[in-house]
């Protein structure tokens, strides 16, 4: 049986630093806000938004939530971004994306000021990765994935991590980040050839694809720990499930991260102390 690394404890004792944080903070007269701009009413960035609100009231963290309609127009949309990112009382901005048409999700996102882009999105917050300097923030689930390997105390340091997918989202900057913490990292993709082979070979294993259920049996062997990131529905089972069949590969690896209760857990408290490190660096 594999150890099941659950993201609630990690979620759980980085909550606690950031609440110990913003009490320090709100000691010295400061209060970390973080603004939350959604346009439209998508069913996933209520959610999403829904429970970034609930983990800033947990620790601390004021929140000023902005909704736009989802026929905003331009002018009025960078206006409104004009002013979070002018307002020295604003800390971190969430920009929820996709946007509607009308909005250029790629000018929108590098809109935002890096320092203030504690979703990781802009090319910014990318490039401070690439370098390994505090330019922005990383993505918040790429560094959910390092919280959770540092929470487990599963040193990555000289060893072969493999990262099946190369999003901007995850799959790039956490290859970056890995590689900032001496891992040797392969990334795999849609164009690589025998992942399987690749993955085998690894200590580490990333799945990050959004392929559900695509790592089987023959990616793993004995003595790994597999990390899943990916999440969606599975219609035959009636569930949610991940990258990885779970049922297959956890009874061979040493250890492994549950879909859901795992990875996806740990972004928001990821999110919100980076909201609190921006806070900080003012």
Known sequence: MAEILKGKPVADALDEVTAETVRKLK???MVPVLAILRVGERSDDVSYERGAL?????????????????????DKFYQLLDELNNDDSVHGILLLRPLPWQLDNEKARNYLRADKDVDGCTD????????????????????????TLKHYGIDVAGKK???????????????????????TVTVCHSKTEDVSAITR???????CSGQLESVTA???RAGQTVIDVGIGYNDRKQKLC??????EVEPLVQAIT???????????????????QAALRK
Do not use: W
């Not at 799959?171 to 001496?182: E, F, Q, R, S, V």
């Open 218 to 220: 023959e990616y793993v």
């Open 242 to 247: 991940g990258d990885v069949l779970y049922e």
């Open 258 to 276: 549950p879909v859901p209760g795992g990875i996806g857990s740990v972004t928001t408290s990821v999110l919100v102390s980076h909201v609190v």
């Open 54 to 74: 609930k983990k800033c009231k947990k620790v601390g963290v004021k929140v000023r939530s902005v909704v736009l309609p989802a026929d905003v127009e331009q």
């Open 27 to 29: 000691e010295k007269g």
């Open 201 to 207: 070979e690894a200590d580490i294993i990333v799945s």
């Open 124 to 147: 910014g917050s990318l490039t401070g990765i690439f370098v390994n300097k505090k330019i922005g923030f990383a993505p918040c689930t790429a560094q959910a994935v390092m919280e």
């Open 161 to 183: 991590v493999a990262v099946i997918g190369r999003s901007l989202v995850v799959g790039k900057p956490l290859a970056l980040l890995l590689m900032n913490a001496n891992a």
